[in-house]
C-alpha cells in the first residue's frame, strides 16, 4: 500500500487527503473560496499529523490539475510540487474530470463543473467520449447521456457525487501515473487573458 498526501484545491472547497498504510485521513472544508492560500500548509500540516505520516515517509504526492478556479489549481499544484521537490519523490496529477470519472460506476456518461456564467467545463466518457470543452448550458443540455459532478448545477439527467469521498478512490483507480511534474489543465483562458487584447 503506497503512502502519500493528496490535494484538492480546485474549487471553492479544498480537500486534503493523507494515506498511511492502512490509515486514511480525508480533511474536507466544503467552502473556502478565496482562502486556499491562506490555509492550505495548515490543512496539510494537520492530515499529516492526523495519518502520523512525515513528507518522507510519502511515495508520491497529488494534486486535481483542473479545470476550475484557476487560482486554486494554481496553489494545489505548487503545494505538492514544493513537497515532491523537497523530497525528491514523484507527483500524480488527476484531472477534475477524471476525479468524478473514476467514482462513475457507468459506460456512457459526461462529467460536467461549473465554470460560471452558465457555462460548463465538460467531458464525455465511454462511447459518448470527446475532448475536454467548454460549452452554455444549453449545448450541455443537448447532449443526451447521464451528466455527473459535485456542484448542485441546474441541468436534467445530472447526478451530484459527494466531492469528500471522490479523492481517495480516484487516486486508487488510476494505475498511478507519476511524473516528474504536473500541469494545470486549463479548457478556456481565464479573464485576464481574455481581456488583454
Known amino acids: ?16 487527503v493523507a494515506k498511511k498504510d492502512e490509515n486514511l485521513i480525508v480533511r474536507h472544508l466544503a467552502d473556502c ?9 495548515d490543512e496539510v500540516d494537520a492530515a499529516f499529523g492526523q495519518a502520523g505520516l512525515t513528507p518522507a515517509e510519502c511515495d508520491f504526492f497529488c494534486a486535481v490539475t483542473g479545470p476550475g478556479s484557476f487560482t486554486g489549481i ?9 513537497l515532491a521537490l523537497g523530497t525528491k519523490k514523484p507527483l500524480l496529477g488527476i484531472t477534475s474530470f477524471d476525479l468524478v470519472a473514476y467514482n462513475v460506476n457507468s459506460k456512457n456518461f459526461c462529467v460536467v463543473i461549473d465554470a460560471a456564467h452558465s457555462h460548463f467545463y465538460v467531458k464525455g466518457y465511454g462511447e459518448k467520449a470527446f475532448a475536454s470543452a467548454y460549452l452554455s ?50 479548457v478556456r483562458k481565464s479573464q485576464a487573458e481574455e481581456g488583454r487584447k
Not at 473560496?33 to 500548509?41: G, L, P, Y
Not at 494554481?74 to 514544493?82: A, D, L, M, P, Y
Request: include cysteine.
Open 74 to 82: 494554481r496553489i494545489g499544484i505548487s503545494t505538492v510540487k514544493g
Open 137 to 186: 448550458l444549453d449545448e450541455v443540455e443537448k447532449l443526451g447521456c447521464p451528466l455527473y459532478g459535485f456542484e448542485d448545477l441546474p441541468l436534467k439527467n445530472y447526478t451530484k457525487l459527494e466531492i469528500k469521498d471522490c479523492l481517495p478512490v480516484a487516486i486508487e483507480r488510476s494505475e498511478g501515473n507519476f511524473s516528474e511534474d504536473i500541469t494545470a489543465l486549463y
Open 1 to 16: 500500500m503506497s503512502n502519500y498526501l493528496a490535494v484538492d484545491a480546485s474549487s471553492r472547497y479544498l480537500t486534503v
Open 33 to 41: 473560496a478565496m482562502k486556499h492560500s491562506v490555509i492550505i500548509m
